[in-house]
């Protein structure tokens, strides 16, 4: 089945820390860079941070030095481990492709961050 499985979501105050894992099909994992985005209340999904196959990373400036994105290849998996969350980090949290293929958008993950 041709799927991405997100979790590892939930409520935290401002300052706390979660960690995101994304579980991926063969297919859709090996060998594409694979990233995480996410979608804040009325807003569009952006971009939050990508990793090659051969794990060379990139993030987002509202994230880059507080969230650290990681694979495991022979598991298929994706994750975000995400540390001094900001109220603005709230959103839900999704992994695709980079670019994102439109059909394997999973229901995502939702963080919520307090004040």
């Known amino acids: 089945q041709v799927q991405l499985v997100e979790s590892g979501g939930g409520l935290v105050q401002a300052g706390g820390s979660l960690r995101l894992s994304c579980a991926a099909s063969?297919?859709?994992?090996?060998?594409?860079?694979m990233a995480w985005y996410r979608q804040a209340p009325g807003k569009q999904r952006e971009w939050v941070a990508h990793?090659?196959?051969?794990?060379?990373?990139n993030y987002a400036d509202s994230v880059k030095g507080r969230f650290t994105i990681s694979r495991d290849n022979a598991k298929k998996m994706v994750y975000l481990q995400m540390n001094s969350l900001k109220p603005e980090d709230t959103a839900v949290y999704y992994c695709?492709?980079?670019?994102?293929?439109?059909?394997?958008w999973g229901k995502g993950t939702l963080v919520t961050v307090s004040s």
């Open positions: 695709n492709r980079v670019p994102a293929v439109g059909y394997y």
């Open positions: 063969e297919i859709i994992f090996s060998p594409y860079t």
């Open positions: 990793i090659t196959s051969s794990s060379v990373t």
